[in-house]
């Protein structure tokens, strides 16, 4: 069970190019979903956090413009890096929970979206 | 400020061998500590999570300790297999949330096993 599916795997586009990625959590309710960005040898970094119908909260120095967010139900939330450029290659990874009566659970991660612009 | 400082930062063993590899993490109020695998470009998979009153946890031929006083905590990996080759990160949260439940992730050990 928790099976967080991410898609696409990998993407290579031109610069300028809007990418979207998607995370879907397969057999439970997300009401929390979390985007993190991995450079090689790296620990995950936080983008942002998002709960279902409510506006993503960034971490500092990211650009919520660049990075747009949308969690529009339980199961989906997407991230759409605008314009992007050279740098923003990177390996995207999104994780999702629930929430239960023993509180926050666990999060369970997509096998994340390795994105090359060119 | 909250850290977690994996060691050693890269390991290479020959199968069949044991290894364990450390971290060492200053989060404040601590909640839990979880170690997660992750093959090269995927996520991280889970192995253990354990809390303050547990010093020991084991998933197959994973173990992993836990010393709160010390905060320090290892993963022990045992008659290693060629599907072990990864990066293990060690995650710990903090009780009082935050950003990303409060968690902060070390940098992973990058382990390869040999034939």
């Known amino acids: 069970g928790a099976v967080v599916s991410q898609h696409p795997s990998r993407v290579i586009c031109k610069s300028g190019t809007s990418v979207k990625i998607e995370c879907r959590s397969l057999?439970?309710?997300?009401?929390?979903m979390f985007w993190y960005r991995q450079f090689p040898k790296q620990s995950l970094m936080l983008m942002a956090t998002?709960?279902?119908?409510?506006?993503?909260?960034?971490e500092q120095g990211v650009e919520k413009d660049k990075f747009l967010i949308n969690h529009a139900s339980l199961t989906l939330s997407t991230l759409t890096v605008t314009s992007a450029h050279p740098e923003d290659s990177s390996f995207y990874i999104c994780?999702?929970?629930?929430?239960?009566?023993?509180?926050?659970?666990?999060?369970?991660f997509g096998d994340g979206t390795r994105l090359s612009i060119l | 400020k909250n850290q977690v400082e994996q060691s050693p930062q890269s390991l290479i063993i020959l199968e069949g061998k044991n290894c364990t590899l450390q971290?060492?993490?200053?989060?404040?109020?601590?909640?839990?500590l979880r170690w997660y695998k992750q093959d090269t470009g995927r996520g991280p998979v889970s192995l253990t999570i354990?809390?303050?009153?547990?010093n020991t946890k084991s998933n197959g031929r994973y173990t992993a300790t836990l010393d709160a006083d010390t905060k320090q905590s290892s993963l022990h990996i045992t008659a290693s297999q060629l599907s072990d080759s990864a990066s293990y990160i060690c995650?710990?949260?903090?009780?009082?949330?935050?950003?990303?439940?409060?968690?902060?992730f070390g940098k992973g050990t990058h382990l390869i096993i040999q034939p």
């Open positions: 994780s999702a929970r629930w929430t239960g009566r023993g509180g926050n659970q666990p999060q369970h």
């Open positions: 057999d439970f309710q997300a009401t929390t």
């Open positions: 998002s709960n279902e119908g409510s506006k993503a909260t960034y």
């Open positions: 971290c060492n993490y200053t989060v404040s109020p601590f909640s839990n």
């Open positions: 354990m809390t303050f009153s547990e």
């Open positions: 995650v710990v949260s903090a009780k009082s949330g935050g950003g990303a439940d409060g968690l902060t």
